[in-house]
């Protein structure tokens, strides 16, 4: 699987600053590393990688979600 889709997320209000997060298989996979993993944002964005500017220094972080992460809330045997 390509991870080709870019999570950003802010959570100060105004929502003006967003920081990355990471690169996922599917937007719906990054919303489920958002619930599990930073309740408290106020505003996300899943964008498609190839229409983004993204810094050449930037070291991308893949974030796999396995299937059972949603309902079991635990990613890879960790709570």
Known sequence: MIAEFVLVVSVTAPIEHFKYIGHFTSCNKAQIYVELNIPDAKSTRCLLEDYIYLP????????????????????????
Do not use: A, F, P, V
């Open 56 to 79: 050449e220094d930037l070291k991308k972080r893949t974030i796999n979600i396995h299937n059972n992460c949603k309902i079991e809330r635990t990613c890879n045997g960790k709570r």
